[in-house]
């Protein structure tokens, strides 16, 4: 498969930029509502796709719009869980997908095979770079990050079906779309359109760099790379980001830290060290 290679880069590289949107969005849920946020980020990156509105493919809004709940869902319910737990925990509770992907595919009947190890090494590595004893307990946040993982495992085997059946900027763009159209009458009812305060710099960031290009790169990826080896490349996110923290927060790092990251490349090296048939 000549795509395999090109894929995973594309996934890669997608795991770098997901990396340093934690704080981000940390700091930004502090100014304005995790629903108002995941509005604006996805409007923004809506802007991308105007000149694709009139030239969609018959039969893709389905897809796009279903793709579209699950983003919709998986985004906002981490961001309302970064108000009340912290980053490091938000990482590691939403590599639960990792686990969660091949489970949900081995339940629709499918063979994952030896990813299964794969898959336990990374989410046993990001425990361990996600470890922190003075974290809080466990709370409300939590709970709403388990959605996230959960959501995110959908979206991530759904995606694989929908991507190989589309061309992937249509697919891309309806996502997008639809992502935004579920989330303002959220915002509505909320009532927290307002746009007193909104961190516009963040806002920017996030809806062209973390929207519109991820979304994209993963809907690219996901055509060429299966849903199991794409939820174990995904856990180089919390890797990213604890590099990142080291890098430009001065954060340490720690043995566990390096185990843990450690454990991570050595699981998504294990899982896509073979071009599926």
Do not use: C
């Amino acid at each position: 498969m000549r795509g395999y290679p090109l894929g995973l880069f594309a996934l890669s590289v997608l795991t770098f930029i997901w990396g340093s949107t934690f704080v981000v969005v940390k700091g930004a849920v502090e100014a304005i509502s995790p629903n108002f946020l995941v509005l604006l980020r996805f409007l923004v990156a809506a802007l991308f796709f105007l000149p694709l509105l009139g030239r969609l493919p018959r039969g893709v809004w389905g897809p796009g719009l279903e793709l579209a709940f699950w983003l919709l869902l998986g985004y906002a319910s981490q961001a309302i869980g970064l108000m009340y737990t912290t980053a490091s925990r938000s990482a590691f509770i939403t590599a639960l997908n990792v686990v969660l992907v091949p489970l949900l595919l081995g339940l629709a009947g499918r063979r994952v095979g030896p990813v299964w190890l794969a898959a336990l090494l990374a989410f046993l590595g990001v425990g361990f770079l996600s470890y922190d004893p003075r974290q809080p307990p466990f709370n409300v946040g939590d709970l709403w990050t388990l959605l996230t993982a959960l959501t995110y495992a959908l979206y991530i085997v759904r995606l694989e079906v929908h991507a190989k059946s589309f061309p992937s900027l249509p697919l891309t763009a309806v996502q997008v779309y639809g992502t935004a159209l579920f989330a303002l009458p959220v915002v509505l009812a909320e009532g927290s359109l307002r746009l007193e305060g909104v961190p516009w710099g963040a806002i920017l960031y996030l809806g062209v760099v973390a929207t519109a290009l991820t979304t994209w790169l993963q809907t690219w990826g996901q055509r060429y790379v299966p849903a199991p080896q794409a939820a174990v490349l995904y856990t180089l996110e919390p890797v990213w980001a604890t590099l990142f923290a080291f890098l430009l927060l001065g954060e340490r790092l720690g043995l566990l830290g390096l185990v843990g990251g450690s454990l991570v490349v050595f699981a998504t090296l294990q899982a896509i060290r073979r071009s599926p048939a």
